[in-house]
């Protein structure tokens, strides 16, 4: 099998490809069908026609929180929190943007009027995040006081159109900071004509963190260290994707945290936890078969779980495709179907 190095997975994208606003209706993105040997331009409404009775989707059903804080230090010089964990009690695990970082024990003044002390990084002395202690439910001070957290190449300020559309209308259980984007596209006239096909769904739910964003800096992508994750795998869909089976249906993962979920759950036995599955070419797919995702940044973690789900050459055939076809990239951009590359086929 061929060695791939990080620049394997770059290209050039144009500036205005990144989409900065959702399309005006969910169903009504593009789709580009790469599940034949050439692509096809289609709808996203178009999804109930492109799938079989009896086969399952499976959605992430995480809601994105208003994450993102801002206050300032008692010298009054600016900070930023992005709230990527609530753990027990009162206290988050964040991202901390600020000129010259505090001390434990420092007590941060937040927009909104409330405190957050600060109790040191996370998970260890030497973590790259940080623990704090709020003066208040994290939930209920996210949402009164909190911002959507948009990724970092949306440019605008968040507004009350990404509060209704940096979510999916399924979500469900509050804490990602980043919205599972394959799933925006759907709505309720979709879903309803998917269960009218015969297409199952059930849930999944990931809580995406902020470390989705997070870039590979080696080349050898082998050394990167993938972020964790919080994972749930009911019971109930554990029962559906056996049936699924059984009965000859594909399982499909809306997104690619809902692939990180299942093929996490398959590997390890654990229907809960942490992950930090890390999904490279000649990784060996158990659970899934059919994958729908938006269109990922260049040298990212998305780009080789892609690649080695519906093949290296492929993949890079289709962005080449949508580039020219000027497809809109990225969380708010247009969506593509994948099929499972063969295990017999080459890398």
């Not at 500036?15 to 599940?35: F, K, N, V, Y």
């Not at 009164?144 to 509060?163: C, K, N, R, W």
């Not at 082998?222 to 919080?230: D, L, N, T, V």
Request: charged share 20%.
């Amino acid at each position: 099998m061929r060695s791939f190095t990080l620049g394997d997975f770059d290209f050039a994208l144009p500036d205005q490809l990144i989409a900065q606003h959702p399309a005006a209706e969910r169903s009504g993105s593009r789709l580009l069908d790469g599940t034949h040997p050439q692509p096809v331009d289609r709808v996203f409404r178009e999804l109930p026609a492109l799938l079989q009775p009896g086969d399952l989707l499976v959605f992430n059903d995480t809601q994105v929180v208003k994450a993102r804080l801002f206050g300032e230090k008692s010298s009054g010089g600016k900070v930023e929190l992005l709230i990527e964990r609530v753990l027990q009690g009162r206290e988050v695990v964040a991202h901390m943007k600020v000129s010259k970082k505090p001390l434990p024990g420092a007590e941060l003044r937040m927009a909104g009027g409330f405190g957050a002390t600060l109790l040191g990084r996370w998970p260890d002395e030497q973590g790259p995040l940080f623990r704090f202690a709020l003066s208040g439910d994290p939930y209920q001070l996210m949402q009164q006081h909190g911002h959507v957290p948009l990724p970092p190449y949306i440019t605008h300020a968040d507004s009350a159109e990404d509060e209704r559309r940096y979510q999916t209308v399924f979500a469900r259980h509050p804490g990602a900071v980043a919205a599972p984007t394959a799933a925006l596209h759907f709505d309720e006239a979709l879903l309803a004509a998917l269960e009218a096909r015969g297409v199952q769904r059930v849930s999944v739910t990931l809580h995406v963190g902020a470390g989705t964003f997070q870039p590979v800096k080696t080349e050898n992508i082998a050394e990167h260290r993938m972020h964790s994750e919080w994972y749930q795998v009911p019971e109930a869909t554990q029962q559906a994707i056996a049936a699924a089976r059984a009965r000859g249906g594909r399982i499909v993962a809306v997104g690619t945290t809902t692939v990180r979920t299942l093929e996490s759950w398959a590997a390890s036995g654990a229907a809960s936890g942490d992950t930090c599955i890390f999904i490279t070419p000649g990784f060996a797919f158990q659970v899934v078969d059919r994958l729908i995702t938006n269109f990922h940044l260049p040298k990212s973690t998305l780009m080789m779980l892609v690649s080695a789900f519906a093949g290296y050459e492929h993949v890079m055939a289709l962005y080449r495709h949508a580039i020219a076809e000027r497809y809109r990239f990225f969380s708010y951009g247009d969506a593509m179907l994948l099929q499972r590359e063969s295990a017999h086929a080459a890398v």
